[in-house]
């Protein structure tokens, strides 16, 4: 017997049949890559080339897969090329210091900004970037950006320990040099800062550019008479040092802050209460000690930011009430 269906008809419909499940299939997987993506996306951390700006993102990484939110670290950028990152997309997160965002990235004049406190330059920060792919969620007690500092020896010969005699001594000692990096010398709030504050600018031949991590050897040596140095790096206050006064305000706010994409923050709606909760946990102290733990391991990164969260008892903690102090007194 026969099922009344002609050859062609019945192969019409076996061919209609395989048609209806390649599409079917093909629904399923279009629907399948369209969701992986969302359940599988990572919070891309954006770090700095330096090791103390590496280990805090793997302290945010790390703290942010403790509260549910898969994030990795991406290393190795200048601050211009991080910038430019979070700005295309690469990077989601980054921790950058507020006086810096607003000369660099809001185009802020340095006299404007220099001149306001801590919570104003957030406040005036958050409102310049209210409109743009980049949101500023939350501040920490920590201070950013960098310090101008001189050996102990070069501070007691000094008339005074501030940054405007460092310039004098600069503009009339003809052996004198002032260690800088790339970054430092190009920001509106570098070196062109000092040389905005009296006395008058210092002539570029005193400039020497270092790569960060050269700076504060050649400073300890003495083949430079004064550096910008980082101001969270543990090497940076030991004793031999002096961190010269800003009294003619060269510098603006540098209070520390965490930069967010907010397309990412649409993606991960818990993330800038996170974000809020670690902020308020880092101050100086903490991030000195990180750094100088991380000296120890500066093969893994990653293990001195676990290490360091778990003597801060900040991993496993799902509750906004129970925060740690990240400072030395842990």
Known sequence: MTSGRTPNAAGRGTMRGHRRRVMTGAIVAAMVAAIAPAAQAQIAVGAKADLRHTVLAHVTARYLAAQGIAATVRRGFSAPTLWGAQRDGVVDLAWDSVGIALTTRADMPIAT????????????????????????????????????????????????????????????????????????????????????????????????????KALLPALRAGRITAASLPRNDARVHADDLVHLRDNAGAFPNHSLAVAVRRDAMAEHPELADTLRRLAETIDGTGLRRLTRAARHTESDPAAAAEQFLRDAELLGMRDASRTGQLTSGR
Request: aromatic share 4%; proline share 9%.
């Open 113 to 212: 900004a220099r001149d306001l406190g801590r919570d104003e330059s957030v406040d005036r920060l958050r409102k310049r970037a209210a409109d743009g792919p980049i949101a500023w969620p939350a501040a920490a007690p920590a201070r950013g950006g960098p310090v101008i500092g001189v050996r102990a020896d070069t501070a007691e010969a000094m008339d005074k320990p501030t940054i405007a005699a460092l310039l004098r001594r600069l503009r009339r000692d003809e052996a004198a040099r002032f260690g800088i990096t790339t970054g430092f010398a190009g920001r509106p709030d570098g070196i062109r800062a000092l040389a905005a504050a009296p006395p008058p600018r210092v002539a570029y031949e005193r400039l020497r550019r270092l790569r960060g």
